[in-house]
Nanobody, 128 residues
């Protein structure tokens, strides 16, 4: 069973940057569309961004457009989320999710039910 693993979370000051990584051992992520989600206690999981299996199409939530960039390196079996100009409201647990498909991604890829496999999450805290 595919098990994505997130890394790269931590504490950062407002305006700072972090890069999250999503990797998987034993499976080629090159067959999967990958999504990044975030969740704070008491709130629903929110779709942040997603990328198609080959990296040719991406979707972003309005709340992160212009600040976050999703990318992937299939040779390294890793998907990244570069987060710049971080705000306190970006504080959350960030999850990556995978769906086996090689088509372009559509806005529905920001819906959690579209995915089959989930990682355990990594905490991102934006605070001074």
């Amino acid at each position: 069973q595919l098990q994505p693993v997130e890394s790269g979370g931590g504490l950062v000051q407002p305006g700072g940057s972090l890069r999250l990584s999503c990797a998987a051992s034993g499976f080629s992520l090159g067959y999967y569309s990958i999504g990044w989600f975030r969740q704070v206690p008491g709130k629903e999981r929110e779709g942040v961004s997603c990328i198609s299996s080959a990296g040719g199409s991406t979707v972003y939530a309005d709340s992160v457009k212009g600040r976050f960039t999703i990318s992937r390196d299939n040779a390294k079996n890793t998907v990244y989320l570069q987060m710049n100009s971080l705000k306190p409201e970006d504080t959350a647990i960030y999850y990556c999710a995978a769906r086996r498909t090689m088509t372009a991604v559509q806005p529905r890829c920001l819906t959690s039910t579209w995915y089959d496999y989930w990682g355990q999450g990594t905490q991102v805290t934006v605070s001074s």
